[in-house]
């Protein structure tokens, strides 16, 4: 997914997925779909927090829709915390550059490293 839209502009559907695999590092995450249609993909606990505030925004459902309102309160409340994806290296060549899929700035680079312990005793997967 990363090194084959190096060079080329990412559609729609990379993008989100991107997003996704970013919010895995922070909250969690949460989709929100109407048949195959994407309505909204957001953190945990930002998709969380529309669900527990419904009694604030269900007074627009009948009117505007339900998808609307949803997306609309999300927007309202989202967070808007560092995103963060995580290549591994063995994918093969990592991009250069990266631009966030939420805001669409390029990203800065950091080098991490991630130790596992799969031939611990206390191994957990």
């Not at 559907?13 to 970013?22: G, M, P």
């Not at 529309?50 to 997306?71: H, S």
């Not at 966030?100 to 611990?120: A, L, Q, V, W």
Request: charged share 25%; with cysteine; proline share 4%.
């Amino acid at each position: 997914m990363f090194h084959t839209k190096i060079n080329k502009q990412a559609d729609l559907a990379t993008l989100e997925i991107q997003k996704l695999l970013s919010y895995k590092n922070e909250s969690g995450w949460a989709v929100l779909s109407k048949g195959s249609s994407l309505v909204v993909a957001g953190h945990g606990i930002s998709i969380l927090k529309v669900i527990e505030d419904f009694d604030k925004w269900k007074g627009q459902v009948r009117e505007k829709g339900f998808e609307f309102c949803f997306t609309t309160y999300h927007a309202k409340i989202r967070l808007t915390p560092c995103c963060r994806l995580d290549i591994p290296g063995s994918t093969g060549k990592v991009p250069e550059t990266m631009n966030c899929p939420d805001c669409n700035r390029s990203m800065e680079t950091f080098i991490s490293y991630k130790c596992c312990h799969i031939d611990g005793p206390n191994v957990h997967h």
